[in-house]
């Protein structure tokens, strides 16, 4: 019987094992784990996965870019407050940029109140039921996002200790970032340098690129035991024909399609038919894939390391199994691999 309560999906680590920093791209290590059982778990320098891979096969990747969407500023009295943008609204009648935010302290951002945020006059218009707010900034979306780009933070994961800095404007980004919109990393793309690119393509593996703007959503704590009440974020995501065609025709010779990352899993998986044809398409998915769930299209997953009881523990554990996807967190740790968004990773094929 599939077990569906969160409590199941948990696993003990030491704090020392959380990377605060990443130590390269391509310089991580993956752990190696056999789908079908046959085999034992191995631990590989990143370029080494590419030894994995057959001609024909097919990687999906992520391509979108980490937006500095942490901004800091002051209410009129002095307070200093804190704004991470999640996502773009259409501009207000006088064209200036509309967001919703996640803030702190939510006491400083009641219905109407005007604050400083980057040295911007903003207004907040609303407040949901889950506690965002809606601001509009005394800014056109252009202007704004220039002053993002001067003034704006990295927006680290929670569980990252520290204030972000220069290198992370770099290494908190993949090779593959083209269009802006996120405010997380797609992680498991980090382990990706320019050569093992060069090295995939030359041994005849296929590229195909999705679009996902990550949300702060992506480590949202379930709150509840049985995980399937569980209501996920909406995220942005579009595929084109071109890359859909990409997908489809590896997949009629007869090669697996990889996506990388729980991020470009979420897209094929919502954008496939049931008999794992992939159609070009756009929109916001709210996708929860969870034991239980059948995989229309991904055949393998490389991915990271994951938070206890989250929404992409229980991603990898729907596509490996739960006992197995325990059994390798463990391992992970016995071996002392590193974990979570600046970590290492794990290869199911």
Known sequence: MISTHLSDFTFEFPKELIASRSPGKGKTHIL???KDGEGPLEIVPAPKIVDFFKPGDCIVVNNTKVIPARLYGETAHGGQVETLLVQALFPDE???????AWVRPGKAFPVGRELTIADVKVKVEDVKEDGTRVLCFHATPIELEAIMNAKGHVPLPPYINRPDDEEDKKAYQTIFAKYSGAVAA??????????????LKAKGVKVAEVTLHVGPGTFQNISVEDFRE???HGEHYEITEENAEIINSARRAGGRIVPIGTTSTRVIETVAKEDGTICAQK??????????YHYKIADGLLTNFHWPKSSLILLVAAFYGRENTLAAYHYAVEQRMKLFSYGDGMLIL
Do not use: I
Request: net charge negative.
């Open 230 to 232: 569980h209501k996920m």
């Open 283 to 292: 929109g916001v998915t709210y996708a929860f894939f969870y034991p239980g």
């Open 32 to 34: 190696h784990c056999p």
């Open 186 to 199: 797609p992680t498991a793309s980090l382990h990706f340098n320019e050569q093992m690119m060069q090295d």
């Open 94 to 100: 006088s064209g200036n940029a509309r967001w919703e």
